[in-house]
């Protein structure tokens, strides 16, 4: 079989994993549907972000070491980049949801790269919509509190300064983006994200195989180099976008809440 014979082969003729089986994974514990993969990293992740910071912060020294020392850069970078922006004076009343956020979205998508696990949590829209879902739900809590019902819708759908006539337009459009687009969006930029960046290294890192180990012949050989090459160019790009998209979704967290708590602003 030539190399340009196996490239026009429909993938599950020849041993590769199709998009069904990458993210439709059998359960863990026979019997137990629920129980799969991506539940058991979700799992890991959440207590891992819990053991992490307890054992930066549990006993935190005045001088930081070990752990504390490099949980504090994140702590910073959230508190300097997600937080403050957004939430002003109120940041540190806010850090605890927003730092786990950040961590726990960042670790979800790492573990797409992480050997044995290589399984990014996000890429299936189920977490990302639980996560945005709650941030949604936080939000219309707080900004009923906060504004009372009439005064958050109104703030919300008709934004003071603009001629009258403007808001039959606007305040449907406004209304849409603000209760369904927006958390829409939220989950989705992430659960995209996630998902085409397991197909492409699932992908790239099959056609290395294929051709080095399955089907070497002269012609084959410098595509599955290739391949390699892609996987490990492709490895390093994905784990830019992984900390890109947490940062995302935590810094629109933050904006939502703090559109919320700071209707003027």
Known sequence: MSALTVLATPADQFGAPTPDELFNLPPIIPGVDWFTKPVLLALLSAVLVIGVTWAAFGNPKVVPRGVQNVVEYGYMFVRDQVARPFLGKDADRWMGLLLSVFFLVLIWNVMGVIPIAQFPVAS?????????????????????????????????MFPPGLPKGIYFLLAPIEFLSNMIIAPFTHMVRLFANMFAGHMLLAFFSMVGFWFLFEQLTPLGAPIGVLGVIMTIIFTAFEMFIQFLQAFLFAMLASMYIGGALHPDH
């Open 124 to 156: 299936h829209i189920a977490f990302p919509a639980v996560l945005a879902i709650s941030i949604y739900v936080l939000k219309v809590y707080l900004g009923v509190k906060h504004q009372g019902g009439i005064g958050y819708f109104k703030n919300m």
